[in-house]
């Protein structure tokens, strides 16, 4: 991955080696990783963010810097390593914000500890409905360890990051990301990440696409807040996922990203510090209570008739800014 612009910390919990990076003063953000990325992922937001926030970037379990064993990579246990590193931080309370697969451990972390959660911010995010891009479901095929060795030899690596970070530069949406297709391609020399991700992506994907679901418990979102972050040309993730949260969670914040694909946040750096900032000053924290969460679980799901999701197009980026 590339090289961090922020100071990497590094902290040893359950005997594992977690990286991260803590910028900045205030109020929490919790910024997680999308699928074989890394902190670096957030670099392009990461000062505009802490002029307002504390800023906590981990490197997830089994990628970027944090150590890469044999363990448990389903989301409930990253939601739990999550948890653990910010109870060694002496944090309580987080905005917790996922990026893609980063996404689904948010989601995860705000269900199982909705005491520590005081908003949510998905971008791009992982659980809002089965597509996804094949190249992820391929992850999950007999020998592809075996493949992925072969294809990341130092010549054919070489070859191969470049010829995807020269179609990056191309000005076409359908390889917007391949620049950062290229970098987690390169960490996959590692066989140890190879394999990390492997266990992650069989945890939530089959040959059908995405197997974890937030539709079941989006009701539970009635009392937090809730922003969604999509790029109008994701290819990885297809924006009409954002509709499928709106539908699911009808009091969410939905914003829509022109001209960018699934990494708004790196499309639009400037931009998405402005609409992070924006939900959190417009947004009074999440206030658990025990009751009322009760109350929730034991009626389930109501019908969102009459409820509509604040649906706000970027009418900056449309106008070509």
């Known amino acids: 991955m590339p090289p961090s612009r922020h100071h990497v910390q590094h902290l040893t919990v359950h005997g594992h080696q977690r990286a991260f990076v803590q910028v900045g003063q205030g109020p929490v953000l919790l910024l997680l990783h999308g699928l074989g990325c890394d902190h670096t992922t957030w670099s392009p937001v990461i000062d505009g963010l802490a002029e307002h926030y504390t800023v906590i970037a981990p490197d ?17 246990g990253y939601a739990n390593g999550v948890r ?18 980063g996404g689904g451990v948010a989601m995860q972390f705000a269900y199982q ?6 908003r949510m911010i998905l971008v791009a995010s992982g659980g809002l409905g089965p597509e996804v891009t094949p190249a992820i479901r391929a992850i999950t095929t007999p020998g592809f360890q075996q493949a992925m060795g072969l294809l990341t030899l130092p ?22 990301d391949l620049g950062e297709v290229a970098d987690i391609y390169d960490s996959f020399k590692d066989p140890r ?8 992506v069989s945890a939530v994907v089959d040959w059908k696409g995405q197997i974890v679901t937030m539709a079941d418990r989006a009701y539970l979102t009635e009392a937090m807040p809730m922003c969604v972050v999509w790029g109008r040309d994701d290819l990885v993730i297809p924006v009409r996922h954002a509709r499928n949260a709106a539908a699911l969670a009808p009091k969410a914040r939905v914003e829509i990203i022109a001209r960018s694909g699934h990494f708004p946040h790196k499309d639009h750096p400037e931009r998405f510090v402005e609409v992070v900032h924006d939900f959190v000053r417009d947004t009074r924290p999440a206030t658990y209570s025990r009751a009322r969460w009760r109350r929730l679980l034991k009626n389930g799901p109501t019908s969102p ?11 900056a980026a449309d106008a070509g800014a």
């Open 305 to 315: 008739a009459g409820s509509v999701a604040q649906v706000v197009p970027l009418a």
């Open 84 to 101: 653990d590193l910010l109870t060694v931080l002496g944090i309580d309370k987080v905005t917790v914000v996922g990026h893609s697969f």
């Open 113 to 118: 500890f909705p005491e520590r959660t005081e």
């Open 60 to 76: 997830l379990l089994g990628h970027g810097l944090s150590d890469k064993p044999r363990a448990d990579y389903s989301v409930g």
């Open 193 to 200: 990440a190879r394999a990390a991700i492997r266990h992650v």
């Open 155 to 176: 010549g054919v690596r070489h070859v191969g990051t470049a010829g995807l970070r020269t179609l990056a530069a191309l000005p076409t949406a359908a390889t917007r």
